[in-house]
């Protein structure tokens, strides 16, 4: 089984659409969670970290159920900028050496 | 502004031949670590660092080594390249989580990443 599931999509969304992003994750004593986004032949850049009481930075919100072990990412009046890969990211890493369990992407293109 | 460099961008090979991927990181970083991204697989984290000398194994050690001589540089090394290591090759780097605590995450930064084809 995978640390971190997540759909690949591919998302096709029109300019101004809001969409979801789902993620699990297998390790219930995970205790960092982040998403990540990938733009086409461009390496991985930290979008937001996901804190329990779920937050928000702009038109994106993440949310984690601990729970369920879910993570979502929320993003609001999507624009085509916002076209890219999202990674969800887990650390699991008790040793402090940083380790992060990534999953396959979910695959967002916005559309005029 | 954190940069992390790879030596290249697209790298072609011969079945058998020694292959050196070198990243430097310019932000006095401890941790650095190498992945590769395949389709379907997503990232999967071959080795790691966390010091100058030291390393680490992550899920995915086969066929490869690595080799941190100094706090700035980490070098992947295929000893004999084979076709299943053609893959997209990206090293990262970041500071340490604060000891002892889990919730410490401090962002990996990632190179521009190495496209090697294997033939």
């Known amino acids: 089984r995978k640390e971190v599931e997540q759909d690949p999509g591919p998302f096709n969304v029109p300019e101004g659409a809001t969409v979801a992003f789902n993620c699990t994750y297998s390790?219930?004593?995970?205790?960092?969670f982040f998403w990540y986004r990938q733009d086409c032949r461009k390496e991985p850049k930290l979008l937001m970290s996901v804190y329990s009481s779920g937050n928000e930075d702009g038109r994106f919100t993440a949310q984690l159920n601990r729970a369920s072990q879910y993570i979502s990412l929320l993003i609001r009046d999507s624009k085509l900028s916002d076209s890219a890969t999202y990674l969800c990211?887990?650390?699991?890493?008790?040793?402090?050496?940083?380790?992060?369990?990534f999953g396959t992407g979910t695959r967002l293109t916005v559309i005029p | 502004d954190v940069k992390v460099t790879q030596s290249s961008r697209y790298l072609v090979k011969r079945t058998g031949e020694k292959v050196f991927l070198e990243c430097v990181q310019d932000m006095d970083h401890e941790n650095m670590f190498w992945y590769r991204q395949d389709p379907g697989l997503g990232l999967r984290l071959i080795y790691f660092s966390y010091d100058v000398k030291m390393k680490e194994k992550g899920d995915i050690p086969e066929g490869y080594s690595v080799s941190r001589e100094k706090k700035e540089r980490f070098s992947l090394i295929l000893e004999s390249a084979s076709t299943n290591q053609t893959s997209m090759y990206l090293c990262?780097?970041?500071?340490?989580?604060?000891?002892?605590?889990?919730?410490?995450?401090?962002?990996?930064?990632f190179g521009p990443g190495t496209r090697l084809t294997v033939l």
């Open positions: 990262a780097s970041s500071f340490p989580q604060a000891s002892g605590s889990p919730y410490s995450y401090n962002e990996q930064f």
């Open positions: 390790n219930s004593a995970s205790q960092s």
């Open positions: 990211v887990v650390n699991a890493d008790q040793t402090g050496a940083n380790n992060l369990f």
